[in-house]
């Protein structure tokens, strides 16, 4: 496996701490406070499938034209995704959802604000595919949104 080149330092928000359960990311709410913690497992890239099959072909995924002009890899949790498929790719047809392992992508994992003041998950650097513990279609319905298959948190 192939270590994760990194990009500079970023503010960042709720670090991974190793003394809780190995795989899980401990997340602060709005307020910042840990009781309104979530533990997050898994999180999504929305991505044309050519592109990721590319990123099969290169055994590396290095981002979307918006991630490399961003500086890091946008990512959503399994609550996010619905929002981020009708925000960014209403009515595209042909994509993946790509599921990752949160834990496997280390420091280079950042949690910072964005919509909505949300917690967004972003890397910093390329994608090893060795993260990657799915890949699922999203289909496009008539109405321009997407139908999300269940996602683990």
């Not at 309104?36 to 990123?55: G, H, L, N, T």
């Amino acid at each position: 496996m192939r270590p994760l080149k990194c990009a500079g330092h970023a503010d960042t928000v709720g670090p991974h701490d190793p003394t809780k359960s190995k795989n899980s990311w401990e997340i602060p709410g709005a307020s910042g406070d840990k009781q309104d913690a979530k533990r997050v497992k898994s999180i999504y890239k929305i991505c044309p499938a050519s592109a990721w099959r590319e990123a099969e072909r290169q055994g590396v995924f290095r981002g979307s034209p918006v991630d490399i002009s961003d500086g890091f890899i946008h990512f959503s949790t399994a609550s996010q995704v619905a929002e981020t498929a009708r925000k960014h790719f209403f009515g595209q047809t042909g994509l993946f959802l790509i599921a990752v392992d949160a834990d496997a992508l280390g420091d280079a994992l950042r949690w910072e604000r964005s919509r909505n003041d949300e917690l967004f998950p972003h890397l910093y650097g390329e994608l090893d595919l060795g993260a990657v513990t799915g890949i699922l279609d999203m289909r496009a319905r008539s109405d321009g949104y997407h139908d999300i298959p269940e996602l683990a948190p």
